[in-house]
C-alpha cells in the first residue's frame, strides 16, 4: 500500500491518496486508468489516453482538497457589521461566595473586529471611574462585586464601522445562599 500527501501543502490541508498494488478496476486497466501528476503547485492534471486526449485542470486548494470547519467560517476579506455569538446570561451572586470576581460574557464577530461598551440600567459603564472594572475581549469584569454598586440590567454593545448591535439584558442580582 502506497500513502502520500500533495508536496508543498500544509499537512491538514493535504488530501492524502492511497493505492492498493493488488486492487484493479473493471472499469479502468492500468493503461485506461487516469494518470494524476503535479506539474506545479497552483494546479493538478488529470489526463487520460483512452479519454480522446482529454485533459482537465483542477485548482486546488483547503475546500476542495479537504473538508473542514475552516470551509464554513465566514470570508474574513468581507466587511460586515457586528453579530453577536454569545449574549451575556442573568447571575445571581452569592453574598456569602468566597468567589471575587462576576463575569459577564459577550462575543461578536465582524469586520473590521467589533469593540465593546457596556451598559448597566441604559447607562455607558465608564471602564476608568472604578479600579474594579476590566474588559477581556468583550466579558466584562467586576472584582470584589458589590450589591449596592453593582446589582442592575447590563448589556453588552458591539460595534465596528458598519454597524452596533446591543444586547438582550441580563440581570445581576445579589442572594444569600
Not at 39 to 66: K, M
Not at 71 to 99: H, M, N, R
Not at 155 to 170: D, I, W
Request: hydrophobic letters at 30%; proline letters at 7%.
Amino acid at each position: 500500500e502506497y500513502s502520500g500527501a500533495l508536496p508543498g501543502l500544509p499537512t491538514s490541508y493535504a488530501a492524502l491518496i492511497r493505492i492498493k498494488k493488488s486492487s484493479s478496476s473493471s472499469l479502468y486497466g492500468s493503461k485506461t486508468r487516469p494518470r494524476y501528476s503535479n506539474p506545479s503547485l497552483g494546479t493538478l492534471s488529470v489526463s487520460s489516453p483512452s479519454w480522446r486526449g482529454a485533459s482537465a485542470q483542477h485548482y486546488y486548494s483547503p475546500i476542495n482538497l479537504y473538508h473542514s470547519s475552516d470551509a464554513f467560517k465566514q470570508d474574513e476579506s468581507v466587511d460586515y457589521g457586528p453579530v453577536f455569538l454569545q449574549e451575556p446570561d442573568d447571575i445571581i451572586f452569592p453574598t456569602d461566595s468566597d468567589e471575587k470576581k462576576v463575569a459577564l460574557n459577550c462575543e461578536a464577530r465582524g469586520n473590521p473586529v467589533p469593540n465593546y461598551r457596556w451598559l448597566r440600567n441604559g447607562t455607558e459603564i465608564d471602564l476608568e471611574s472604578d479600579y474594579r472594572y476590566s474588559l477581556i475581549d468583550g466579558t466584562f469584569i467586576i472584582s470584589n462585586p458589590s450589591e449596592a454598586k453593582d446589582s442592575g440590567h447590563y448589556q453588552c454593545l458591539a460595534a465596528n464601522t458598519f454597524g452596533s448591535v446591543l444586547s438582550r439584558e441580563a440581570i445581576l442580582q445579589f442572594a444569600c445562599e
